[in-house]
């Protein structure tokens, strides 16, 4: 049995790389979600006024990784703390999100970022929202498996 996790933590191209990475993941898919627009495009979704974020979807076989581990993996991926960015890049395509696929995803997610402000590792608040998972749109193939296909890392 396999489930799915929604992640946005700026740029795809790396979020999808380091999910890949983890033993249990059975895939990952750059795309966008939260957006009106149906089938949006990477050059809409650039301008930031569709309204969707870049995000990885990833399916996963939760008797081999679980929903926590993945999370804990998010976390240590990018700064939970930036609004509408990481790093260079900048606007709400780029914010830290989790879009949750069932009320257990919910609550770990609760859970786990509230655990994380708690720890005071980081000097500001823990800015990720987390939301109900919308329609999720593949990007364009150009986008998938992009360091794997350029040989660059994140």
């Not at 750059?30 to 979704?45: H, M, T």
């Not at 609004?83 to 395509?93: I, K, M």
């Not at 498996?145 to 660059?152: L, M, P, V």
Request: charged fraction near 25%; charge should be negative.
């Amino acid at each position: 049995m396999e489930e799915l996790a929604t992640f946005g933590a700026g740029c795809f191209w790396g979020v999808e790389d380091a999910f890949r990475r983890i033993p249990g993941v059975l895939d990952a898919t750059s795309g966008y979600a939260g957006g009106a627009n149906p089938k949006p495009r990477y050059e809409q979704v650039c301008t930031g006024r569709t309204g969707h974020t870049e995000v990885v979807e990833v399916r996963f076989d939760p008797e081999r990784v679980s929903y926590g581990e993945l999370l804990a993996a998010f976390w240590e991926m990018h700064d939970p703390t930036q609004v509408d960015r990481q790093g260079p890049d900048v606007g709400r395509q780029y914010r830290s999100v989790i879009f949750y696929h069932s009320p257990a995803q919910q609550a770990a997610a609760e859970a786990s970022k509230a655990a994380l402000d708690a720890s005071s590792r980081y000097r500001s608040k823990i800015a990720t929202a987390i939301e109900p998972a919308p329609p999720f749109y593949p990007a364009e193939d150009y986008h998938q498996r992009y360091f794997e296909k350029s040989g660059a890392r994140h």
